[in-house]
């Protein structure tokens, strides 16, 4: 059974850092790729980052390359991601999905794990 789970949200004053964490355990494909995703009150779920788990390729979307990290740690079957320099348009759920490399969509999803940044 897949399980995802994200954990390291938080309140964060603009200017600050965080670390997400996505867990994901129950594969049992040869590759996979976790992808995170955040959702703002009112807007659309927007991709931001996303990892090859065998091999480490990574990808951004434009508005947030330079300012997010995606990172993974094998051993603890755990995707990372860094976030610096917040402001308040970083405020959302972040989510964390799953799916085989070969597949258009991602099939496996977390609960999410807020993001609020304000003074």
């Known amino acids: 059974q897949v399980q995802i789970v994200e954990s390291g949200g938080g309140l964060v004053q603009p200017g600050g850092s965080l670390r997400l964490s996505c867990a994901a355990s129950?594969?049992?494909?040869?590759?996979?790729?976790i992808g995170w995703f955040r959702q703002a009150p009112g807007k659309e779920r927007e991709g931001v980052s996303c990892i090859s788990v065998p091999d480490g390729t990574t990808h951004y979307a434009d508005s947030v390359k330079g300012r997010f990290t995606i990172s993974r740690d094998n051993h603890n079957n755990t995707v990372y991601l860094h976030i610096n320099s917040l402001n308040p348009e970083d405020t959302a759920v972040y989510y964390c999905?799953?799916?085989?490399?070969?597949?258009?969509?991602?099939?496996?999803w977390g609960r999410g794990t807020q993001v609020t940044v304000s003074s």
């Open positions: 129950g594969f049992t494909a040869d590759g996979y790729a």
């Open positions: 999905g799953a799916k085989r490399e070969t597949d258009p969509l991602y099939d496996y």
